[in-house]
T-cell receptor, first 112, second 113 residues
Framework: GEDVEQSLFLSVREGDSSVINCTYTDSSSTYLYWYKQEPGAGLQLLTY?????DMKQDQRLTVLLNKKDKHLSLRIADTQTGDSAIYFCAAAPDSSASKIIFGSGTRLSIRP | NAGVTQTPKFRILKIGQSMTLQCTQD?????MYWYRQDPGMGLKLIYYSVGAGITDKGEVPNGYNVSRSTTEDFPLRLELAAPSQTSVYFC????????????FGEGSRLTVL
């Protein structure tokens, strides 16, 4: 089955760019997601990308997809203290949310 | 909009006790889900429902039961609680035919001692 891997921690300086990386194993994954979890809260969808896209940009967020390497990344430009959270990568073969497989999350901490 | 509401937010159970985690959503979503989140792990799907009266097992259903008598409510029952069920539980919902976006509740932290 699908396996989604992420590094557990990332620390960046305020104002720098953050890049969170993710790899997945199932080449049939069509829907790829980034969710954000703030302390004490549930996950919230940040952005998603379809497998027929290489890049998606949404304000400070840029998602890059390398299908050949099964590698997904999330870049946050001009990182702010409010970006401190856990970021989950997730993958699914179709739009059925019941098939979404989540990574273990990357905790992003911002230092002044 | 309230979105997805879970109760209780915190609960401590003794081994062997039973309890129900409540989940309700006001977005008229057909699909609802229960996940558990263990430290350093991704979310694991326990049960899900594609509509009232229909439920199905996820990846880790053992020790749990669900029911879906209305579109709004999807309670999760723990029978004979065990320490391995200590976790944070999230309820989520999603609209049908969309991109698979999940809308999450704030979570219920359960400790079994």
């Amino acid at each position: 089955g699908e396996d989604v891997e992420q590094s557990l921690f990332l620390s960046v300086r305020e104002g720098d760019s953050s890049v969170i990386n993710c790899t997945y194993t199932d080449s049939s994954s069509t829907y790829l997601y980034w969710y954000k979890q703030e302390p004490g809260a549930g996950l919230q969808l940040l952005t998603y990308i379809f497998s027929n896209m290489d890049m998606k940009q949404d304000q400070r967020l840029t998602v890059l997809l390398n299908k050949k390497d099964k590698h997904l990344s999330l870049r946050i430009a001009d990182t702010q203290t409010g970006d401190s959270a856990i970021y989950f990568c997730a993958a699914a073969p179709d739009s059925s949310a019941s098939k979404i497989i989540f990574g273990s999350g990357t905790r992003l901490s911002i230092r002044p | 909009n309230a979105g997805v509401t879970q109760t209780p937010k915190f609960r401590i159970l003794k081994i062997g006790q039973s309890m129900t985690l409540q989940c309700t959503q006001d977005m008229n979503h057909n699909y609802m889900y229960w996940y558990r989140q263990d430290p350093g792990m991704g979310l694991k799907l326990i049960y899900y429902s594609v509509g009232a009266g229909i439920t199905d097992k996820g990846e880790v259903p053992n020790g749990y039961n669900v029911s879906r008598s209305t579109t709004e409510d999807f309670p999760l029952r723990l029978e004979l609680a065990a320490p391995s069920q200590t976790s944070v539980y999230f309820c989520a919902s999603s609209p049908q035919g969309r991109t698979g976006e999940l809308f999450f509740g704030e979570g219920s932290r359960l400790t079994v001692l």
